[in-house]
């Protein structure tokens, strides 16, 4: 009978323990447009949280991205609710068609911001902590900041772009009214985050302006894709040549207008020896082939799974990051650039800022100015006749960068940290 009720407060002593991790488990609720299936950041930051013991719920959209179509298998419904790896995922409906119009493309970011702003107040008060994850418009974040004022929770943002310089730099005429509207909406915006994380370190000197006095900044860079080393290379071409490769977001301010420009300009011999791939997909499609006219050397892939994109990168022998020359992008450093680096491939920066200095600091690759022509199509030049042992130099300094700036794992453990004291 001793031994029987000894058993019995054991069993109930570690039932109370079981229910006492329960109920105290923090929750973190993610606020942003895009989530799995789409391939962003975001995705492995929610399956990180989740794996270290938080309860992880995710306010979005019905996928669209990148094609402004709802993802095969998926429904776009005004609010619905689904799992993934038992993270809890909210979605509210996705306006669609996107991709070729602003009209359709200004109507998603205002519906996310009326939608989610409506669902946040009904599941933002069961959370302990809420991320912003800010892709482009800052109109995003209004669900996130709403659950900040209602329920009084610490909020923290991860910026990926700035506004409201990005919305000049994709077209939008900078008027008195638009600018005082804008300006007071970003004020209002940053001025409720408790924490703000930066992916690019000129970030801060653009925020300044708009968050709290002595508001910290906390450089969050993206992190390089894990790339699958024992995948075969892909055939490229059926002749020896030095390979160029874009991948990515196909718009107008990749500035890739500039680079067919150069690689047309290239001698004949200089072009039989090299190829451009472009890979990816996005609104300035159809555009880019029209201007490269069925040039057998410029070859559109189309969309690659990004599981399968070590393969073209084997392939290739140099990897292009590009942005038009506007202000906002200077500061701008594409997430590409880490994946590029993973791949341990000499990178061509035709892009200024951040990201050139970047790749010229840390002795990656060649920069040049994305408004030049010329010097566009010398640095294609030079790269074609780089020699074997110049383009190893360049490689072998990506993995001490890799370790150090750009680590994975150091990263996700300063931004738990952060959020969460």
């Excluded at 450093?333 to 061509?348: D, E, S």
Aim: a positive charge; charged letters at 20%; glycine letters at 6%.
């Amino acid at each position: 009978m001793i031994w029987l009720n000894l058993y019995q407060i054991i069993v109930l002593f570690i039932l109370i323990i079981i229910i006492t991790n329960v109920v105290n488990k923090k929750r973190i609720l993610i606020v942003t447009e895009c989530f799995y299936p789409e391939e962003f950041k975001i995705n492995e930051i929610a399956l990180y949280w989740k794996s270290i013991g938080y309860e992880v719920g995710v306010l979005t959209l019905a996928p669209t991205y990148p094609k402004g179509k709802i993802h095969k298998g998926y429904k776009n419904k005004l609010f619905q609710k689904e799992s993934y790896h038992g993270i809890n995922i909210y979605r509210v409906y996705a306006i669609t068609g996107y991709v070729d119009s602003k009209f359709n493309k200004i109507l998603k970011y205002l519906s996310f911001m009326v939608l989610g702003s409506i669902l946040s107040i009904f599941i933002g008060r069961k959370y302990d902590y809420i991320f912003g994850y800010n892709l482009g418009a800052l109109t995003d974040m209004l669900p996130a900041v709403l659950i900040k004022k209602i329920y009084q929770k610490p909020l923290m943002f991860w910026v990926q772009d700035i506004w409201p310089d990005s919305l000049y730099a994709y077209g939008f005429k900078r008027t008195i009214m638009l600018s005082g509207i804008l300006n007071f909406f970003v004020k209002f915006i940053y001025s409720n985050a408790n924490n703000i994380g930066i992916s690019g370190k000129g970030f801060e000197s653009k925020l300044k302006f708009f968050t709290k006095p002595n508001q910290k900044f906390y450089y969050l860079p993206n992190w390089a894709d894990p790339l699958d080393d024992n995948q075969e290379r892909v055939n490229l071409s059926q002749e020896t040549n030095v390979h160029f490769t874009f991948a990515g977001n196909i718009g107008k301010v990749q500035n890739l207008e500039n680079i067919i420009y150069s690689f047309c300009a290239l001698s004949e011999a200089k072009k039989r020896k090299s190829q451009l791939n472009i890979i990816g997909d996005g609104s300035n499609l159809m555009n880019l082939k029209k201007l490269a006219n069925n040039d057998e050397k410029i070859i559109f892939h189309g969309t690659i799974k990004r599981k399968n994109m070590s393969s073209y990168y084997k392939s290739s022998d140099f990897l292009i990051v590009s942005l038009i020359d506007k202000p906002i992008f200077k500061v701008t450093v594409p997430a590409k650039i880490q994946t590029y680096i993973a791949a341990k491939k000499p990178i061509l920066a035709i892009i200024n800022g951040d990201t050139a200095d970047i790749v010229t600091q840390n002795k990656l690759g060649l920069s040049v100015n994305p408004s030049d022509i010329v010097l566009i199509r010398e640095a294609l030049e030079k790269c074609i006749n780089m020699s074997e042992d110049e383009k190893v130099g360049f490689t072998k300094n990506s993995e001490k960068i890799l370790r150090t700036v750009f680590n994975k794992n150091t990263i996700m453990n300063d931004m738990t940290n952060i959020l969460t004291n």
